[in-house]
């Protein structure tokens, strides 16, 4: 059994922020791949189903993000899940909107929901990395992180969430390149050279045709020989 954990804050006013991108990761998964209705449980929503073999338990804790851990823990405590069976997906500041890497273990980056896992868990578990850019400062960062995404992020949004959920299964089995070149299949598309436009070279315009002079009527060449 495997655990995907989204981070997010719970409620309608914080739907669309660029911090409930986790939240929109797993929701795509459960979606896409008939997962069961969400409940409430383990201090969050929860949704079962299979990747392939795997079994599944999809949460999103609604602790609200700093608090995310005792949602994450009493999950874990209940299915008696290894830490290296627990994925979470992840806001990123510091990867350019639309990437997305893959990581075990390691550092919380100062992002609170990570943080709160690593109070109640530890570090040892799995990250999915969703870059949403950064603003600049970082005293802009609450701010930015707590707003929707703008209308023109829809497209690799929607882009990297597809390529997400067609490699949950690779995910689930532990096969990350997998995983990965199924996202970057769908936000960066390979063109086929047959899909390609060849420039068309300009061709020479045509010389025009001299126009000809008009022939002279009788009466004009007699009256030429009296001149």
């Not at 209705?37 to 201090?43: H, S």
């Not at 290296?84 to 909107?97: K, R, W």
Request: net charge positive.
């Amino acid at each position: 059994m495997k655990l995907f954990v989204g981070l997010g804050n719970p409620g309608a006013k914080y739907a669309g922020n660029r911090h409930n991108i986790g939240f929109m990761a797993v929701d795509r998964i459960a979606e896409d791949h008939g997962f069961s209705p969400w409940r409430r449980g383990y201090q969050g929503q929860v949704s079962e189903g299979r990747l392939g073999s795997e079994k599944i338990v999809l949460l999103k804790p609604e602790t609200f993000m700093n608090l995310s851990g005792q949602s994450v823990r009493a999950a874990v405590d209940f299915f008696k899940i290894d830490l290296s069976d627990i994925t979470v997906f992840h806001d990123e500041l510091d990867l350019a909107p639309g990437k997305c890497r893959i990581k075990q273990g390691g550092g919380h980056a100062g992002h609170n929901g990570l943080r709160s896992i690593h109070a109640h868990l530890g570090e040892a578990y799995g990250r999915v990395r969703l870059g949403i850019g950064h603003p600049g400062h970082k005293d802009a960062v609450a701010t930015y992180v707590l707003h929707d995404f703008a209308k023109v992020d829809q497209d690799w949004l929607d882009d990297l969430l597809r390529g997400i959920s067609d490699g949950a299964q690779a995910l689930a089995q532990g096969d990350g390149q997998r995983f990965m070149n199924a996202v970057a299949l769908r936000v960066a598309p390979s063109r086929s050279s047959a899909s390609v436009e060849k420039p068309v070279k300009p061709t020479a315009k045509p010389t025009p045709e001299p126009i000809p002079e008009p022939s002279a009527n009788p009466l004009q060449k007699l009256l030429d020989r009296f001149k």
